[in-house]
């Protein structure tokens, strides 16, 4: 409750004109670690569009002290394409929370998954059913408006939106495949994230962005022998969990820099350099 009133007290003072007042109103909100949207709910404050994004917008430096803060180096268990899933699903979630606005209430990224995979367990038995359930059936589709955007990072807003770029969707059915304890694993295909799975037929590739083709490796080697010695090697061998977080903040970094965004930019950037080769 104090921290309630608290907020409210500074949500009145968030226009003021005065210089003075608004430094102590930016340091008094980075208490909230970047994420004031309960505080609104028990107020019951409903924010118009301008007034939201000031908020975000102020909100945004603890939002940015926390990634920093929590980021922890990624361990030798990421190298693995088969290694510690719930590692990289907190660092996705530390992702997602940093990407969100810090006013719109929402699930966390985890329970997200969860109800998703539930509505999926009966559904579903197989890595190839579970693509088709999530991308043929149109669920999920590739965001081919804004691909590069940042949002298409923060797997929450991807799950709430339906739609994300090949890395997002491919993330999102990795992780509910392992949910449901099935094989699936990342292909960092140039230009082109994919995922691998083994069927019946043989290594098959699934093209998550473009509502969850397969595609057999035999076939594409077979069919495209001009691909390069980079491609061949990313097909035939899945990637590391490290790898697929390295390109998320490859993704992140892209899109900051294209939105002028330049110290999220700088702070991903510190984020990749804690990689070991």
């Known amino acids: 409750m104090e921290r309630t009133a608290k907020f409210g007290s500074l949500l009145k003072l968030l226009d003021d004109e005065n210089e003075e007042v608004q430094e102590g109103v930016q ?6 670690d970047g994420d004031a949207s309960h505080d609104l709910v028990a107020l019951g404050i409903h924010l118009k569009t301008k007034e939201a994004k000031l ?8 939002r940015q002290k926390l990634l920093k803060e929590h980021w922890a180096m990624p361990a030798s268990h990421l190298r693995d394409p088969d290694g510690d899933y719930e590692s990289l699903e907190s660092l996705l979630r ?8 810090g006013v719109t209430l929402r699930p966390s990224l985890s329970d997200e998954l969860d109800i998703l995979a539930q509505e999926a ?7 190839l059913e579970l693509s088709s359930w999530l991308f043929a059936s149109g669920r999920f589709t590739g965001n081919k408006v804004a691909p590069f955007a940042p949002e298409n990072s923060d797997l929450a807003w991807c799950l709430e939106k339906g739609q994300s770029n090949p890395l997002g969707l491919s993330l999102i059915y990795i992780l509910i495949a392992q949910r449901l304890g099935m094989a699936v694993f990342g292909v960092n295909y140039p230009g082109h994230f994919l995922c691998l799975l083994d069927t ?3 290594p098959t590739l699934i093209d998550a962005f473009h509502k969850g083709r397969p595609i057999l490796v035999s076939k594409l080697l077979a069919d495209h022998p ?3 010695e980079v491609a061949t090697k990313a097909v035939r061998q899945p990637c590391s969990l490290a790898a697929i977080l390295l390109r998320v903040l490859a993704n ?7 939105a002028s965004r330049a ?10 350099k804690t990689f070991r080769p």
């Open 27 to 32: 340091r008094a909100l980075m208490d909230f």
């Open 55 to 62: 908020l975000s917008a102020s909100l945004h430096a603890g």
């Open 94 to 101: 530390l992702l997602s929370d940093f990407l969100h606005d």
């Open 121 to 127: 367990l009966p559904e579903v038995a197989t890595p």
């Open 200 to 202: 019946p037929e043989g």
């Open 226 to 228: 001009e691909i390069s």
């Open 252 to 258: 992140m970094n892209l899109a900051f820099n294209k």
């Open 263 to 272: 110290v999220d930019a700088e702070i991903v950037q510190d984020l990749m």
